[in-house]
């Protein structure tokens, strides 16, 4: 009798693969999850993003190249295909917003950030430095379809920290 992995098992799978730019363990990883029933979500947030948020830490270390982040988000296309039909993946979002900050601030690491955000099928979402982001996240249908409860939290957090840019919501 086999032993059913466990969430963890299968998110720490997504993520090495991305890590190894192994396509094959992507799709293997997604594959397990959708047999075992596991939340898509779960494995795409906690597997292959941390995966691909790990390969972005090495880039702006210096420890990778635009050409390791390219791998990487081939090879978390590649798990994410295997989630192409099911209805829990095509309810996400996919729509991805980005503070444009003034001119002079922008740098290298946003261009390749929304680079691969819209080479992986994302929308993204310049949202100007004087917009406040409740009002993007008030206007964005996305929004219209979480629970109250997530709707609270997030504004919850909005408004204890007015500072905050987009990519650190994503990250509360």
């Not at 192409?84 to 290298?108: F, H, P, T």
């Not at 080479?119 to 430095?129: A, K, L, Q, T």
């Not at 929004?143 to 709707?151: H, L, N, Q, R, V």
């Amino acid at each position: 009798m086999s032993q059913e992995k466990t969430i963890t098992q299968i998110i720490d799978e997504a993520k090495r693969s991305i890590l190894d730019f192994d396509e094959k363990g992507a799709e293997n990883a997604a594959n397990e999850a959708l047999a075992l029933g596991y939340s898509i979500n779960e494995i795409i947030e906690k597997g292959f993003l941390e995966g691909m948020k790990a390969i972005g830490d090495m880039f702006e270390e210096g420890n990778a190249c635009l050409l390791h982040i390219f791998a990487a988000a081939d090879t978390m296309d590649a798990g994410l295909a295997v989630f192409q039909d099911c209805e829990e993946y095509n309810k996400l979002s996919k729509n991805m917003a980005i503070e444009l900050v003034g001119e002079g601030q922008r740098d290298e690491k946003i261009d390749v950030l929304e680079a691969m955000f819209r080479i992986n099928g994302y929308d993204v979402v310049e949202i100007p430095d004087n917009v406040p982001i409740v009002d993007f996240l008030e206007r964005d249908t996305a929004f219209d379809s979480i629970p109250d409860s997530c709707k609270e939290e997030i504004m919850a957090k909005v408004a204890a920290h007015p500072g905050v840019t987009t990519f650190q919501l994503s990250e509360m």
